[in-house]
Nanobody, 122 residues
């Protein structure tokens, strides 16, 4: 019913930039919070950045000042601009969203994207 599809990952050198995109599709009534998580090998999945429907953002301490999250409510999309990338940013990045479908407009369920690999290496 609902899909989150990420794009924009890849290989980049330290100090470089990448922009991740995530678009939600399906029988969507509304989307509340959206965000990006990441999971590095051998580590737990962690929140990178989140954003409310009204545009209020929060960031993990490790990325604050380097990453910027934004969203386009008309396109049901969320973005993550990543600058000054470091090798420790290497991970699979997942899009996450709280979505209400048309059949249940008062209930927001959590959905995940399939993940996109970001590798920061010389």
């Amino acid at each position: 019913q609902v899909q989150l599809v990420e794009s924009g990952g890849g290989l980049v050198q330290p100090g470089g930039s990448l922009r991740l995109s995530c678009a939600a599709s399906g029988f969507i009534f509304s989307i509340n919070n959206m965000g990006w998580y990441r999971q590095a090998p051998g580590k737990e999945r962690e929140l990178v950045a989140g954003i409310t429907r009204g545009g209020i953002a929060n960031y993990a301490d490790s990325v604050r000042g380097r990453f910027t999250i934004s969203r386009d409510n008309a396109r049901n999309a969320v973005y993550l601009q990543m600058n000054s990338l470091k090798p420790e940013d290497t991970a699979v990045y997942y899009c996450h969203a709280a979505i209400a479908v048309i059949e249940r407009p008062t209930t927001h369920d959590y959905y995940w994207g399939q993940g996109t690999q970001v590798t920061v290496s010389p």
